[in-house]
């Protein structure tokens, strides 16, 4: 797939990942491609299996010249709201690059609050290759965590759903109620009594 040129220099992709998720963290990942290694295959990780995605984080991770992850957790998005939270995982990413940017390039229409120019791109992950990168290894990060919650809570499914409002996730919620880590501003979280 055709990605947009890049400016010359230390550019980061950034991308998050969990945003529309009932439960736990919202993860985003930051990451600094290196023009002289690159990753074939990278698209938006939503169009990618769970296989290539894993495989894709692997080799991201060994060639990329600086990557990141961090994440806002439970109780930081029922307290700012998703978006600020976004944004404040965003920040996080960026500043744990080992590697200053001198450029930012974010998925999306809002960029957080960064040390370098920053830029937003809605459906970036589909037309820049480092926030291509950085939705996989925001993607693969999250879900890694998922299938974690997965095996203390393994009534709500999160190893299937990952936390987002399927239909057997709303049923276990009608059924179990919410778990200390689903979101309690979520609407559907929001109408149910907690374990």
């Known amino acids: ?52 995605r894993e495989n894709l984080a692997r080799e991201i991770k060994e060639k990329a010249l600086a990557w990141s992850v961090a994440e806002a957790d439970r109780e930081e998005i029922d307290q700012l709201n998703i978006l600020q939270a ?34 937003a791109i809605i459906g970036g992950d589909g037309k820049v290759a480092p926030i291509a990168a950085a939705s996989i290894i925001a993607k693969t ?13 393994p009534e ?12 057997e996730h709303l049923e276990s919620l009608r059924k179990y109620g919410a778990s200390p880590e689903h979101r309690r501003t979520y609407a559907p979280v929001a109408q149910l009594r907690l374990l």
Do not use: W
């Open 141 to 153: 990060a999250r879900d890694a965590a998922m299938s974690l919650l997965h095996e203390k809570y």
């Open 1 to 52: 797939m055709p990605f947009l040129a890049m400016p010359e220099g230390l550019v980061c992709g950034v991308d998050e990942a969990g945003r529309g998720a009932l439960v736990a963290s919202v993860v985003a990942a930051a990451v600094i491609l290196d023009p002289a290694n690159p990753v074939e295959g990278l698209n938006d990780s939503k169009k990618l299996s769970a296989k290539q």
């Open 156 to 167: 709500y499914g999160f190893d299937r759903n990952k936390g987002y409002p399927t239909a």
């Open 86 to 119: 976004s944004l404040l995982a965003m920040e996080r990413a960026v500043a744990g690059l080992k590697l200053s940017p001198i450029r930012a390039l974010i998925d999306g229409n809002r960029c957080p609050r960064l040390a370098c120019p920053a830029e």
